[in-house]
């Protein structure tokens, strides 16, 4: 079955840096569009980032580009997000989604706390 692993999350202060990883199993990961999003406290599951099959093609919100970096390695089936001077607001679970034939599977969730 499809599963997806989050890791890398933590405390952090502002100005900071982490990396996120995404490992991916049950499905065909080299093929598959990759997703990051997040959940503040209160609000909207939002998307952050998304990346085709093979890496060429990224997308970010507004909110976080030039900041944050999405990647993959398919080799390792894995799926990366680099964040780099990180605020306040980007407290939030962050969640990796994957779409496997139309249907969108979650990991379940990784904290990232910026506190001073």
């Known amino acids: 079955q499809v599963q997806l692993v989050e890791s890398g999350g933590g405390l952090v202060q502002p100005g900071g840096s982490l990396r996120l990883a995404c490992a991916a199993s049950?499905?065909?990961?080299?093929?598959?569009?990759m997703s990051w999003y997040r959940q503040a406290p209160g609000k909207e599951r939002e998307l952050v980032a998304t990346?085709?099959?093979?890496?060429?093609?990224?997308n970010y919100a507004d909110s976080v580009k030039g900041r944050f970096t999405i990647s993959r390695d398919n080799n390792k089936n894995t799926m990366y997000l680099q964040m780099n001077s990180l605020k306040f607001e980007d407290t939030a679970i962050y969640y990796c989604k994957a779409r496997v034939y139309f249907l969108d599977y979650w990991g379940q969730g990784t904290q990232v706390t910026v506190s001073s």
């Open positions: 990346i085709i099959s093979t890496g060429g093609r990224t």
């Open positions: 049950g499905f065909t990961f080299s093929i598959t569009p």
